[in-house]
């Protein structure tokens, strides 16, 4: 009998779990962080349609050249950091990404 209550409960986590990695995925408000993400579109058509993680944008001051970062899951639990950097203007250029399991800085 207690055997049956655990059981309940793990299968009731598992299925919670599942529910929230079910959840819509949530898409960057910054301009500049979505043509990073555009342009390494552009540059490697595979990363098209990768969930949106992260980004550091919120260390960004205007006017000053800025290392900017994107976070996108990847197949599994990999995530993919967009490499993109920010000019004094305020244009972006894409500089490349990487695959491992850490966010955006």
């Not at 207690?2 to 819509?24: D, E, I, R, Y």
């Not at 949530?26 to 990073?36: A, L, R, S």
């Not at 004094?88 to 850490?102: I, P």
């Amino acid at each position: 009998m207690n055997m049956l209550k655990l059981s309940g409960a793990a299968l009731a986590s598992v299925m919670m779990v599942s529910l929230a990695q079910a959840a819509p995925p949530k898409t960057p408000d910054n301009p500049m962080v979505k043509e990073c993400m555009n342009l390494a579109v552009k540059d490697s058509p595979k990363l098209e349609g990768l969930p949106y993680g992260q980004d550091n944008i919120d260390d960004y001051t205007q006017g000053e050249p800025f290392d900017l970062e994107v976070t996108l899951y990847g197949q599994g639990n990999a995530l993919l950091n967009l490499k993109c950097n920010v000019d004094e203007s305020g244009s972006v250029s894409y500089k490349g990404h990487d695959r491992n399991g850490s966010w955006a800085d």
